[in-house]
């Protein structure tokens, strides 16, 4: 049996016509090629708040908290009953047959859920890409495993609800998802590393190292690739200024695995 990809096509998309929610980069919805017109910043921020927690209740409370903070207008529910209708309006404005799966927002008492395929968001594809990469990378096959890790890495373009960061729930869905874009490059890097193909490794890692100076896993990957392309002494640099970041913003020592890699480049 062949290694286990999931099927989207490489911007993400579940594949043929219909909705596509792409929260990377710029928040936006569209249909056949079509951008879906969400309305104002706050109307926009409740159909990502929902998209965020797919399927599931969110409780009015919730809503007016991550869109208004703790000074709601006076009539915020009639407001937020508003956005929902005119969400609506325009979503069914542009469902041109029954089989694209239209969205549905459904009231409870306490609050709403929006009703969707969740295939049709591409992060939700990002996300079952790592998901597989990290179990081909413990049950095999590598190149599985490398194959997922390189599609899930395709798909982001641009930091996740980038342009809606004024709202918490926006930053911290994006935090989340690049935790598991820094799982991702790992995995590669790791994949890469144990296939022998040290310089893709080099030339691909060198960003996140410097940019999460602190993350020994990265930091240990990317020094088997330089010593393992002659470069020990640029690999031992790496080392000391992990160590020293460690040291200054922490105030620990680096670990026993990264300890180990070092000795293994000093042998």
Not at 91 to 103: G, I, K
Not at 113 to 138: C, P
Not at 147 to 163: M, Q, S, T
Request: hydrophobic share 40%; net charge neutral; aromatic share 8%.
């Amino acid at each position: 049996m062949g290694p286990m990809v999931i099927s989207a096509d490489r911007s993400g998309r579940g594949g043929g016509p219909g909705l596509d929610i792409n929260p990377f980069g710029r928040f936006a919805v569209t249909r056949d090629a079509h951008e879906v017109n969400l309305g104002t910043a706050r109307q926009r921020a409740l159909f990502a708040l929902l998209v965020t927690s797919a399927n599931q209740a969110v409780s009015m409370d919730a809503i007016i908290e991550s869109i208004w903070g703790q000074s709601p207008p006076s009539r915020v529910k009639a407001s937020i009953q508003a956005y929902v209708s005119r969400l609506r309006k325009s979503l069914s404005a542009n469902a041109f047959n029954n089989s694209d799966r239209t969205p549905r927002f459904e009231y409870y008492s306490a609050g709403y859920s929006l009703r969707i395929d969740i295939d049709q968001v591409r992060t939700h594809h990002f996300e079952k890409l790592v998901d597989n990469g990290r179990r081909l990378l413990t049950k095999g096959p590598l190149e599985g495993a490398a194959e997922n890790f390189e599609r899930a890495l395709e798909i982001w373009d641009g930091v996740p609800y980038g342009d809606l960061f004024r709202y918490e729930f926006a930053t911290q869905e994006a935090a989340r998802l690049e935790e598991l874009r820094l799982a991702a490059v790992a995995g590669m890097a790791k994949c890469r590393l144990e296939l022998g193909d040290y310089r893709s490794v080099t030339e691909s890692l060198g960003p996140d190292v410097r940019r999460y100076p602190l993350r020994e896993d990265l930091a240990s990957y990317y020094m088997v690739a330089l010593d393992q392309s002659g470069r020990r002494a640029d690999a031992l640099h790496i080392y000391e200024r992990t160590r020293s970041n460690l040291a200054e913003e922490l105030g620990v020592g680096v670990s026993k695995g990264l300890r180990s890699v070092y000795h293994a480049i000093l042998d």
